[in-house]
């Protein structure tokens, strides 16, 4: 989020909200995380997509033009609501929550979306950390790196350094987000302030361009969400940036990277999150090569969405039994990159 992170939230289904029967509202579960995409008029600059339907009545219930659209799981609109909505100097901030009432894996969840295209950047539920998103993949970092502090390079609402300060009891975040409007909005809808109160010794946030992060003596691992305009940022597909970075690493240091892929939607229609993705990637290996390695979390032929780390890994298993119960599946997940 800094430079503008996105966090897709995915799941295992494309979820429609229904609304008036001539438009369908999205959310799509994307990956790590999940996609949060609404649909809606082109004509008004700062909506979104309209996708037309055909009604089956005059009620607000909606007939899918595909099977598999039927099979998908609607939320009824009154169970969303937008909190807030505004453009700052860098993004089109939007806060959504999600009623408990509804019957759908975000219910009680408020949401960060940064962009037209309505990516989620953040995730945040009131009586739980575990996003059941790529947010928690990334929070597997912290016990295979060395002593030291963590960088989180795009800070967003600050799910993951939210899950990881509960999860790991003496870790220390330095955290960068380059809009200032989205560290309010953190701290207004998304209990940041809280945060920051609890762990007042243990995160430190800063307004800055996150490429320009430095700490002395050097970072024992970064969490990299940058994205702006639904694009992961373009110096990430320069090889010097990840030249860069690895010199802020401590000895032993790691980098784990929310690549994002097809699931993202960009501003841009000319652009593809998945060949993006791929440049990504080979910057990524052209620096660590031979040490870099993905997890996808969706669907590879439809929506696929990819963690990627770079640094040699651990003794899996050593990895596995170092992290709460619900995250330890994830180590198993990891693929060699195959350039």
């Not at 295209?117 to 295979?144: Q, R």
Request: hydrophobic share 35%; glycine share 8%; proline share 6%.
């Amino acid at each position: 989020m800094n430079l503008v992170a996105t966090q897709n939230f995915k799941t295992s289904i494309q979820i429609q909200i229904q609304i008036q029967s001539s438009l369908q509202f999205h959310l799509l579960p994307c990956s790590p995380a999940t996609i949060f995409k609404i649909h809606n008029n082109l004509s008004n600059p700062i909506t979104l997509k309209s996708h037309k339907t055909q009604a089956t009545n005059h009620k607000n219930k909606i007939t899918p033009t595909t099977q598999e659209e039927e099979n998908d799981n609607g939320i009824p609109v009154e169970h969303v609501k937008t909190l807030v909505k505004f453009k700052s100097r860098y993004n089109y901030i939007r806060v959504l929550e999600v009623s408990r009432k509804a019957d759908h894996p975000l219910s009680g969840s408020r949401l960060l979306l940064l962009d037209a295209p309505g990516n989620i950047h953040s995730i945040s539920f009131l009586f739980k950390s575990i996003t059941k998103a790529y947010y928690d993949v990334l929070a597997t970092l912290p016990p295979i790196l060395p002593p030291g502090p963590l960088g989180i390079l795009g800070f967003g609402a600050g799910s993951v350094a939210k899950l990881i300060l509960e999860i790991y009891p003496h870790g220390v975040i330095h955290g960068y987000e380059l809009d200032s409007a989205v560290i309010s909005v953190a701290r207004e809808y998304f209990g940041l302030s809280k945060v920051e109160k609890k762990y007042q010794d243990r995160l430190f946030i800063y307004i800055s361009n996150a490429l320009n992060a430095s700490v002395r003596d050097g970072y024992s691992g970064l969490i990299v969400d940058l994205f702006s305009k639904g694009c992961l940022i373009p110096e990430l597909q320069d090889p010097k940036t990840w030249e860069n970075l690895r010199r802020k690493l401590k000895k032993g240091g790691k980098i784990m990277v929310n690549v994002g892929g097809s699931c993202v939607e960009p501003e841009d229609i000319r652009k593809d999150g998945k060949v993006i993705m791929e440049e990504t990637l080979v910057a990524m290996n052209r620096v660590f090569e031979g040490q870099v390695c993905v997890l996808n979390l969706g669907n590879r032929k439809v929506e696929d969405s990819t963690v990627a780390i770079a640094g040699e890994l651990p003794d899996l298993e050593k990895w596995r039994m170092s992290l709460p119960k619900p995250l330890r599946f994830y180590v198993d997940m990891w693929n060699k990159y195959g350039g």
